[in-house]
Every structure is written in C-alpha cells, then in structure tokens.
C-alpha cells in the first residue's frame, strides 16, 4: 500500500478544498494515486450535493475580464460564492471563477440568468457550478453579475490579503480622454463604494425618501420652519457627496470631486459597478 504523506494530503486538499480526513480516506483508497484521489472525492461530494444546497455560500471571489468590441470595450464581473475561504482561496477555486468569467464573456452574459446559460467545456456555467460544489464538498454557486461599456474600461481587483483572491472589483468606463484618470476612479469606487454615477442617476423614490428624513431631522431639532427648506438642502448635498460618484471627495485630494478629475483631463465616466463577495441583494 502506498504511503499516504503529509505533502499527498496537502496537494489533493489544496487542488478539492475538501477536509483532511477526506483527503485521507480518499488517498488511502486510492492508494496514493492524486487523480483517482480526486475522483473519489467528486463522486464522494455528489452524492451530498443536495445537502449542501440550504448551506450558507458568503465566502469566494470576484472574477473580471475586459474584451476589446466594435464599439469600445466591455468590463465582465462574476461573484462566486463558497462556504469559506479556505476553498475560496484554492487554484481550483480561481480557475473556476476565471473559467465562469471566460464563459460570461464569450457569451456576452450580463446577468445572473445569462451567465449561468452561458456554454462551458462541462456544458453550461450552472452545470460547471454544479460539478464544483461536487468536488469541493461546499455549496458553490453565482452571485452578482455585473458589466460596463465604454470607449475605454478600467478594471481594479482588490484583495484583503495576499493570499486571498479578489473580493472587490470596481469597473469604471470612460471615454478615451477619461482613460487618463480611469485608474484613480477604479480605486475610488473600490474604496468608497458609490452607488451612483450623477445626482440625477438617484431613484426619484430614494431622493423623497432622503428629504424626508431630513425634514423631520431638522424639526426634532427645533430649527424654526422657514429655514428648514435651506437646511434639508445642504443635507441632501451632503448625501449626494456621499453616494454620488463624480460629486464624491476624491480620496488622494479631498480639495477636489472625482468630477474635478475628470474636468481637468477634459473626459468624462460612462458608467462604473462595483461588487463585493457577500454583497449581493441576494447574499445568503
């Protein structure tokens, strides 16, 4: 019988993400062959699928690409959902996102629907999901989607760590004389996290909603109502100056908006998205 080692175990649990005994169990069945390990271990983890269905997946990735098209460029992001970071942080787990990424974009996918339509090498992204929760014995699934198009897109991977994969990806897309700044913004949207590209992107109900509250801040406050209306109005240029992107303080010099940014290399933004593992409407 092949001796079942500690950098055996290590490699198998690296490439499945699956627990040590797993690993163990499967290596001595084996007989120390990886491959038929790994086997093993996606028949193993397939016959648990539908318990892992009702865990929750708030760990993972975000994958990004930017395709060159007719028009400009387009800027793709994928979440991938994991149970923990351990499998997050796995090749396995990064190629996988790089694969479903790769199939958002040959495929045009811009939404969650699309993208889990998209054709993979195991016939579509849902059943490529399908087959890596197998393996890694967690509930694997796609979270957010997003994308931008432009004449120009910046895309910015931000890691909590260095041996993590991305968990924040802004994507910002610019006309050409923008690109200038594009990368700036790119950090600034990971950074601050806008929700808005102008005041005027702002949903009427959510700008009602603000002044609202506002207003009835104001009045517990004793402000005398004839000034309320002024007050209410500095208020919701503050919120603009929160969650509006070009009227947001750029963070390198608060003197100037990323608005400023753009005026000064006479270019403008076209859109811009953000995603962060877990932060999904959807998150579980």
């Given at each position: 019988m092949?001796?079942i080692?500690?950098?055996?175990?290590?490699?198998?649990r690296d490439?499945?993400?699956a627990?040590?005994m797993?690993?163990?169990?499967?290596l001595?069945?084996?007989?120390?062959?990886?491959?038929?390990?790994?086997e093993?271990i996606r028949?193993?983890?397939?016959?648990?699928?539908?318990?892992?269905e009702g865990?929750?997946?708030?760990e993972?990735?975000?994958a990004s690409?930017v395709a060159n098209?007719a028009?400009g460029?387009?800027?793709?992001?994928v979440?991938?959902n994991?149970?923990?970071?351990f499998?997050?942080k796995?090749?396995a787990?990064v190629?996988?996102?790089?694969t479903?990424v790769?199939a958002a974009?040959?495929?045009?996918a811009r939404?969650e629907?699309?993208v889990l339509a998209?054709?993979?090498?195991a016939?579509t992204?849902k059943d490529?999901?399908?087959?890596?929760?197998a393996?890694f014995?967690?509930?694997?699934?796609?979270?957010?989607v997003?994308s931008?198009?432009g004449?120009h897109?910046?895309?910015y991977a931000h890691?909590?760590?260095v041996?993590?994969p991305p968990?924040?990806?802004a994507?910002v897309?610019?006309d050409?004389?923008?690109?200038?700044?594009a990368?700036?913004v790119?950090?600034?949207?990971?950074a601050?996290?806008?929700q808005w590209?102008t005041r005027?992107?702002?949903p009427a109900?959510?700008v009602e909603?603000?002044?609202?509250?506002?207003?009835?801040?104001?009045?517990?406050?004793g402000?005398?109502e004839?000034?309320?209306?002024k007050?209410v109005e500095?208020r919701?240029n503050?919120?603009?100056k929160?969650?509006?992107?070009?009227?947001?303080?750029?963070v390198?010099?608060?003197?100037k908006?990323i608005?400023?940014l753009?005026?000064?290399?006479?270019?403008?933004?076209?859109a811009?998205?953000?995603?962060?593992?877990g932060k999904?409407?959807?998150?579980?």
């Amino acid at each position: 019988m092949a001796q079942i080692t500690a950098a055996l175990i290590k490699e198998v649990r690296d490439a499945t993400g699956a627990g040590m005994m797993d690993v163990k169990k499967a290596l001595t069945e084996a007989e120390g062959d990886i491959a038929r390990a790994k086997e093993i271990i996606r028949a193993s983890g397939i016959k648990a699928a539908g318990a892992r269905e009702g865990r929750k997946a708030q760990e993972g990735l975000i994958a990004s690409s930017v395709a060159n098209t007719a028009e400009g460029q387009t800027g793709y992001a994928v979440e991938l959902n994991s149970e923990t970071d351990f499998v997050a942080k796995t090749d396995a787990f990064v190629e996988l996102g790089d694969t479903v990424v790769a199939a958002a974009q040959a495929a045009d996918a811009r939404n969650e629907e699309a993208v889990l339509a998209a054709s993979t090498d195991a016939g579509t992204v849902k059943d490529t999901i399908d087959e890596a929760g197998a393996l890694f014995h967690e509930h694997v699934k796609l979270g957010q989607v997003a994308s931008v198009s432009g004449p120009h897109v910046e895309v910015y991977a931000h890691r909590k760590s260095v041996e993590l994969p991305p968990s924040i990806v802004a994507m910002v897309a610019t006309d050409e004389a923008g690109a200038e700044v594009a990368h700036e913004v790119a950090l600034q949207i990971s950074a601050m996290a806008p929700q808005w590209l102008t005041r005027e992107d702002v949903p009427a109900d959510v700008v009602e909603s603000e002044k609202r509250v506002a207003t009835e801040k104001s009045l517990a406050e004793g402000k005398p109502e004839a000034i309320v209306p002024k007050i209410v109005e500095g208020r919701m240029n503050a919120f603009y100056k929160e969650v509006v992107l070009l009227e947001q303080a750029y963070v390198k010099d608060p003197s100037k908006t990323i608005g400023d940014l753009f005026k000064q290399v006479g270019g403008s933004a076209v859109a811009f998205a953000r995603v962060e593992v877990g932060k999904g409407e959807d998150a579980e």
